[in-house]
Structures are given as C-alpha cells and as structure tokens.
C-alpha cells in the first residue's frame, strides 16, 4: 500500500465527514453539503447518521489526533461556506501531507500493510526532514487560521505570528517561524513571507524560554489580546494566565515562561511602552497550538 493510499483511505472519509457535520450545523442542506464536498447526497447523509464518537474511533484509530482534526475541519467548513474551494484544499492538502512527512502514520501502515517494514521512512525522507516537516506544519496552522470566519479576529495591531521547533533544535535562531508578520488586508489574512528557520526573532525568543520550563510545547501562535479570544480559550478548556507589564521587549519571554511553568497553555501578556498586549497561545506543535485559537473562535458568534 502506498502511504498516500493511507490518507486516502483512513483520514480522508472521516475528515469529509466531520467537515459534513459542520456544515450541517451551520445550516446548510444536504444537497449543498455534497456539492461542497463533491460527493453524493446519499453519502452526505451516511456522513451525518454517523455518531461523533464513531468518528472520534476511526480517526484516533489511524494515528489521528481528533481535537486537531476537528480544527481542521471547522476550518475547512468555514472556508466552504465562503465557497473558496482553494483555500479549502490548500487547507486540507498541507494537513494530510504534515501527517504523512511527520511519520505520525508509520504505525497504522504498518498495521493494515504486510509488507511494511519498521524501518521503512520513505515520508520522511521524500518529503524532508525535521526542519521541512516543520515548515508544513506551520503553513498548515496559517492555513488553519486564514480559513476561518473569524480569522481576523486573532491579529493583533502590529501582526500575528507561528513559530514552531523542529525536532532536535533548541535555540531560536533554529525554530521555524514567517519570515514576515501574518496582516490583516481586508477580510483576510496574509502571511508577508514564508515559513524558515530563524523567522519571527522575538515569538521564537518566547518560545525557546518556555521550552525552558515546558519541553512539551514547541509550538506557538501570538493571537490578539482580546477578551473574546481570552473567554474563548477558557471555554475551550485553555489554562490561561496573565504576565507583564514588561520595560523592555527583551522581558516578555521571560515572563511568560514563568507564568507557562505555572501550568497555562496560554498567556495573555499585558504589553508595556510601546508593546501591544498579546495572547501567545502554545502547543505540542504549531498546528496543536492552532487547533486550540480554532476552538476559541469558534465560540465567536458570527
């Protein structure tokens, strides 16, 4: 079985199929669902009579992690309402090209594929190591936020930015982050760049301190500091925490990495002289940190 088979086969269906149930709860009929889609009623509605945990089970199953797939598809749905097909496939076509070159799918190849080998690591290989799966995944967590309704809710004044380390790297000047800020123009977002290593100085600065008190997170996303963006995340389950004032730009990391190590995921900082107060939301990887801002705009009313 080729590895492309195996998105095709086991995250495809089930993805289309919670983004089905989005739409749908949205408002929007069947017939308007399977046109979004490019499937057929019946199968639109097959989608919908299946229960949620049922999904939860087969996408889990595969190696999937559902909360962020479930992201993905509220990004998706969003992008489909708006009828951007691009936006909607460039969306769904870097998330499953992330799955495949991060190797998070290696088990369940070799589990449904007997002639799979444990040292098989085609993906990785064809599709780059560390730092280029890095790179994908910070475009996907762009194409996450660029997606939604409510994209531009999340910008702050000066601009947004994703940063993630690749696996291995600890200082900044080796995490991932846009070259450029991601504006708002119009309704939209645009990133003025692209993901490489040493992008966005000071987010990858905040993020090397708190790596420095939470391996775990490597990825980071700075979101408007906005009440709704704060109740959102706290609604969704976030752990949020406040830091700063800060004198000098140079104590923010600092600052946050301290309230991080006091358990939040999340951290409002309250800015200073000449710095505009943010939200730095983190997570195992950008596209996790992502999935966690999706969920606190979803919480927006339209």
């Not at 919908?48 to 049922?54: A, G």
């Not at 496939?89 to 998070?104: D, E, P, V």
């Not at 967590?141 to 660029?146: G, V």
Request: glycine share 8%; with cysteine; proline share 4%.
């Amino acid at each position: 079985m080729l590895p492309h088979e195996l998105v095709s086969k086991y995250v495809i269906p089930w993805l289309r199929a919670l983004v089905a149930r989005k739409l749908a709860q949205a408002g929007m009929t069947q017939a308007g669902i399977a046109k979004a889609l490019s499937v057929t009623q019946p199968m639109v509605s097959k989608y919908l009579r299946m229960p949620e945990k049922e999904l939860r089970k087969r996408l889990e199953k595969a190696g999937v992690e559902f909360r962020e797939v479930s992201a993905i598809a509220s990004s998706v749905a969003d992008a489909l309402r708006r009828a951007s097909l691009i936006e909607a496939n460039r969306l769904m076509t870097s998330y499953l090209q992330q799955l495949l070159a991060s190797g998070r799918l290696c088990e369940l190849h070799r589990r449904v594929d007997r002639w799979a080998r444990p040292e098989c690591r085609i993906c990785v290989e064809v599709m780059g190591g560390p730092v280029l799966v890095t790179v994908e995944s910070v475009k996907t967590a762009y194409h996450m936020l660029a997606a939604h309704r409510h994209a531009i809710v999340a910008v702050p004044e000066v601009g947004s930015n994703i940063v993630e380390a690749p696996e291995g790297a600890k200082a900044a000047e080796e995490f991932v982050g846009f070259s450029g800020r991601i504006v708002k123009v119009g309704r939209r977002l645009i990133a003025l760049g692209d993901p490489v290593p040493g992008g966005s100085k000071h987010t990858a600065r905040v993020l090397e301190k708190v790596m420095e008190v939470e391996p775990g997170y490597r990825g980071v996303i700075v979101a408007r500091g906005s009440k709704e963006i704060i109740e959102g995340l706290k609604v969704t389950g976030a752990s949020v925490a406040e830091a700063g004032p800060a004198d000098r730009l140079e104590d923010v990391g600092e600052q946050v990495a301290e309230a991080v190590g006091r358990g939040a995921d999340a951290v409002h900082h309250l800015g200073g002289q000449g710095i505009e107060p943010v939200v730095y939301v983190f997570g195992s990887t950008s596209i996790d940190a992502a999935a966690k801002l999706v969920r606190a705009l979803d919480t927006i009313s339209s």
